[in-house]
């Protein structure tokens, strides 16, 4: 979903959000140093398969997917991390690993790790390595509607 195409939506659902413009980064670490954003309000999604279905784990930059609670809270037989070439052609338009975390807009089952529902804002890739997309966890919630996950995410 280029950066276009993700305004538009955000436009049409009334939501008040910044754009942030940076210079290249590829980490969400390294995207929350460059763009002056706390790592806790970066979220990066993690593409995994829940018994074998696409979902995607949105989590802040500083954190991990500890497999073994996802297991444990979505009642799933298997969970494991998907690879690139499983999911790329979901996000068309995107960079690798810019997806902006939506899964929603693609037919994704879509969860949030609990710490990001703590923070009045959220950051995010916008589809690119150098624009990031800035607006209230409350917005995004309401737009994405995701399952939030009942456990901290291992750092």
Partial sequence: MPLKKLKTFLDDQKVKYIT????????????AAVAHIPGREMAKPVMVKIDDEMAM???PASMMVDFTRLLDATGA?????AHEHEFRDLFPG????????????FGLRTFVAEELTEDDEIAFNAGSATEVIQLAYEDYAKMVRPHVLPFRITA
């Fill in 57 to 59: 784990v949105v989590l």
């Fill in 77 to 81: 037989q298997e969970v494991e991390l």
């Fill in 94 to 105: 995107c960079a690798v690993g810019t997806m902006p975390p939506f899964g929603n807009l």
């Fill in 20 to 31: 942030i413009t940076h210079s290249p980064a590829h980490t969400a670490k390294e995207i």
